[in-house]
């Protein structure tokens, strides 16, 4: 099936610091990626979406500037989450839409970064 | 996308069915109805999806009502690592790329020993 990479699972940064999540469609093209945030013991909350060769689409209450989304290949989108502060300590979460076969117009998910920021 | 409600939380014994029930009576005629579930911190899984009949694969059966404004998913024998936040989702079919896929609160599935 569609698989989703998403790199790295966890990491711990110093506040001001920059940080940068990859994920990588391996064994299909992803025209279009999403990506979310989720707080402990809430919802995934859809941050962005990511589109090939073209600028992100933000939510409402997004920062395009603090969370930088480059979509440069049909494999690859990064998320960078620029000037960390505590409060940006979450859990992201990629997604890519897969067309067709047996989930339908579904999704699959990356496994999920774990960002700390000290 | 049609507004789906479900209950926040459920219990279930190992070995058991669990049989988690989903609200969605304002949805319209294209939508469909997609399960997805997220054991702790991972991503979310898709579990099957349906439009009028029920539907049955390797994980789980669905079973939409013929008004289709309910449906259940059922686990038929569910296991410790069935124990995950599931998600009812109802959304159109499309095929357009940039069509976004919103969770609600979903229900955390305890399954106990």
């Known amino acids: 099936g569609a698989v989703v990479s998403q790199h790295p699972s966890r990491v711990i940064c110093k506040s001001g610091t920059s940080v940068k999540i990859e994920c990588r469609s391996l064994?299909?093209?992803?025209?279009?990626m999403f990506w979310y945030r989720q707080f402990p013991k809430q919802s995934l909350m859809l941050m962005a979406t990511s589109n090939e060769g073209s600028k992100a689409t933000y939510e409402q209450g997004v920062e395009k500037d603090k969370f930088l989304i480059n979509h440069a290949s049909l494999t690859l989108s990064t998320l960078t989450v620029t000037s960390a502060h505590p409060e940006d300590s979450s859990f992201y979460i990629c997604?890519?839409?897969?067309?067709?076969?047996?989930?339908?117009?579904?999704?699959?998910f990356g496994s999920g970064t774990r960002l700390t920021v000290v | 996308d049609a507004k789906t409600t479900q209950p926040t939380s459920m219990d279930c014994a190992e070995g058991r069915a669990a049989n988690l029930p989903c609200n969605h009576s304002t949805i319209s005629g294209n939508e469909y109805v997609y399960w997805y579930r997220q054991i702790h911190s991972q991503g979310p899984q898709y579990i099957i999806h349906g439009l009028k009949n029920n539907e049955t694969n390797e994980m789980a059966s669905l079973i939409i009502t013929e008004d289709r404004k309910s449906s259940t998913l059922i686990l038929p024998h569910a296991t410790l690592r069935d124990t995950a936040v599931y998600y009812c989702?109802?959304?159109?079919?499309?095929?357009?790329?940039?069509?976004?896929?919103?969770f609600g609160k979903g229900t955390l599935l305890t399954v106990n020993p």
């Open positions: 989702i109802v959304r159109v079919d499309s095929g357009g790329s940039n069509y976004k896929l919103t």
């Open positions: 064994d299909f093209q992803a025209t279009t």
């Open positions: 997604s890519a839409r897969v067309t067709g076969g047996t989930q339908g117009y579904g999704y699959t």
